[in-house]
T-cell receptor
Framework: KAGVTQTPRYLIKTRGQQVTLSCSPISGHRSVSWYQQTPGQGLQFLFEYFSETQRNKGNFPGRFSGRQFSNSRSEMNVSTLELGDSALYLC????????????FGSGTRLTVV | GDSVTQMEGPVTLSEEAFLTINCTYTATGYPSLFWYVQYPGEGLQLLLKATKADDKGSNKGFEATYRKETTSFHLEKGSVQVSDSAVYFCALNAYNQGGKLIFGQGTELSVKP
C-alpha cells in the first residue's frame, strides 16, 4: 500500500512569490491535514480537509490556503511568501477517524530567500 | 486551550539503557494520545497510540500508558539501541477536533554505542 506522497521534496522561492505544495494521501483516506514544522515554533496545525471540505483550521494568516480534490489529493498554497515561511511542510492522511492516528508524508522543505 | 508538554532534550543515553520521556497534556474531554518519531530528513512515523484511559500502547519495545488521573502519557523503553536515535513527539487529538493533532515540542534522543 503506497504511503502519503508529497511533492516536491525541496523548493526554493523568493520573497513575494507564491508556492503550491501537493499531497497524495493513502488510497481510501478521505482526510488530509497540513502542518508547518520550524525549529522555533515546532509542529503547528494549518488545516484539515475531509471529503473536499475544510473541516478545521489553525491560526495562520489568510496567505495560507488549501483545497482538496475529489480523489482526496490536496494542495496547499502560500501567497506573498515571507522569510518566516521557510519550514518543513508535512501532510498527513487518515480514513476520517482521528483516534486511529495519522500517516505522514516525508514533507516539502520550503526555503524562502 | 489544549496543549502537550514534553520533557526537554536532548537526552543522551548509552546503548541498552532505560528510556523515559515524560509527556503531560491538558485537554477537555477524553483525547486520543500518540507518540510519533522523526528520523533526520524524514516525516513523522506513528510509534504508538492510546484512545482511552488506562490503555497501553506498545510498538518496537516502546510503551506508554494513558493515565487520566495524572494527565500523562510517558514513553518508555527498557533497552535502547543506537538506531532509536531520533526526535520523539507526544501528541493529542482532542474529541470533536477532527484531524487536528496538537504536538509537544519534541525530545531529541541520542543513543551512544
Amino acid at each position: 500500500k503506497a504511503g502519503v506522497t508529497q511533492t516536491p521534496r525541496y523548493l526554493i522561492k523568493t520573497r513575494g512569490q507564491q508556492v503550491t505544495l501537493s499531497c497524495s494521501p493513502i488510497s481510501g483516506h478521505r482526510s488530509v491535514s497540513w502542518y508547518q514544522q520550524t525549529p522555533g515554533q515546532g509542529l503547528q496545525f494549518l488545516f484539515e480537509y475531509f471529503s473536499e471540505t475544510q473541516r478545521n483550521k489553525g491560526n495562520f494568516p489568510g496567505r495560507f490556503s488549501g483545497r482538496q480534490f475529489s480523489n482526496s489529493r490536496s494542495e496547499m498554497n502560500v501567497s506573498t511568501l515571507e522569510l518566516g515561511d521557510s519550514a518543513l511542510y508535512l501532510c498527513a492522511s487518515n480514513d476520517g477517524q482521528g483516534s486511529y492516528g495519522y500517516t505522514f508524508g516525508s514533507g516539502t522543505r520550503l526555503t524562502v530567500v | 486551550g489544549d496543549s502537550v508538554t514534553q520533557m526537554e532534550g536532548p537526552v543522551t543515553l548509552s546503548e541498552e539503557a532505560f528510556l523515559t520521556i515524560n509527556c503531560t497534556y491538558t485537554a477537555t474531554g477524553y483525547p486520543s494520545l500518540f507518540w510519533y518519531v522523526q528520523y533526520p530528513g524524514e516525516g513523522l512515523q506513528l510509534l504508538l497510540k492510546a484512545t482511552k484511559a488506562d490503555d497501553k500502547g506498545s510498538n518496537k519495545g516502546f510503551e506508554a500508558t494513558y493515565r487520566k488521573e495524572t494527565t500523562s502519557f510517558h514513553l518508555e523503553k527498557g533497552s535502547v539501541q543506537v538506531s532509536d536515535s531520533a526526535v520523539y513527539f507526544c501528541a493529542l487529538n482532542a474529541y470533536n477536533q477532527g484531524g487536528k493533532l496538537i504536538f509537544g515540542q519534541g525530545t531529541e534522543l541520542s543513543v551512544k554505542p
